[in-house]
Structure formats: structure tokens, C-alpha cells
């Protein structure tokens, strides 16, 4: 199994970015998809995820309403675009995949991560 995230980079506080995981080795659309994120000298922390239909989306208040998760089961790719960044929002961020939805636990592949930096 193999997830590849990308899309981070170096953006002003205010804008915008979309990162993206490419899933592979895994029946894709029979997994929730989850994006967590680990700033520096802080815990890992579930961001957003996704049910495996796309019906359910579940966010961590520090970032509901500024940040959507998706994802394509045709194309084996979940995305998270993220809007109006702070720089709080620094960090690698990671995809991550499990079969149950719900909770921060549990996920059982992991992706390689990508940094975001928000500068202010």
C-alpha cells in the first residue's frame, strides 16, 4: 500500500492551497481517508476525514469552516483544500487510511507527509 501526498508549500497567511494523496494498493473506496497534520514540537492531530462514499466529513475545530476534505474513488485520491491559512496551520501534513469512520485511531497506512508553511 502505498499513499503519496502532495501539494504543500510556502504560502501567505490569507491564501489558499489543495493537497492531494494518491492511494494505491488498497480498494481505495472501501476506506475512510483522514488528513492529519503535526506542527513543530506539538502532537499529531486529525485535521479532517472522509467516509468512503464522500457522505460523511468530519473536522477538527481549528479548522472547520476554512478547510474541505474530498475525495475521487475513480482516481484513488483524497484532497484537502485549505482556505484563508494562518500561520498556525504550519505543519507537515499527512494521509492516512482506515476502515472504520470515525475517531482519530485506528488508521492502519500512512502517507510520507507534505509541508505547509504559512508565513504572516
Known amino acids: 500500500v502505498q499513499l503519496q501526498a502532495f501539494g504543500g508549500g510556502l504560502v501567505q497567511a490569507g491564501g489558499s492551497l489543495r493537497l492531494s494523496c494518491a492511494a494505491s494498493?488498497?480498494?481505495?473506496?472501501?476506506?475512510?481517508m483522514g488528513w492529519f497534520r503535526q506542527a513543530p514540537g506539538k502532537e499529531r492531530e486529525l485535521a479532517a476525514m472522509?467516509?468512503?462514499?464522500?457522505?460523511?466529513?468530519s473536522y477538527a475545530d481549528s479548522v472547520r469552516g476554512r478547510f474541505t476534505i474530498s475525495r475521487d474513488n475513480a482516481k484513488n485520491t483524497v484532497y484537502l483544500e485549505m482556505n484563508r491559512l494562518k500561520p498556525e496551520d504550519t505543519a507537515v501534513y499527512y494521509c492516512?487510511?482506515?476502515?472504520?469512520?470515525?475517531?482519530?485511531?485506528?488508521?492502519?497506512?500512512w502517507g510520507q507527509g507534505t509541508l505547509v508553511t504559512v508565513s504572516s
Open positions: 472522509i467516509k468512503w462514499s464522500g457522505g460523511d466529513t
Open positions: 492516512a487510511a482506515k476502515r472504520i469512520f470515525g475517531g482519530s485511531l485506528g488508521y492502519d497506512y
Open positions: 494498493g488498497l480498494t481505495f473506496r472501501s476506506y475512510t
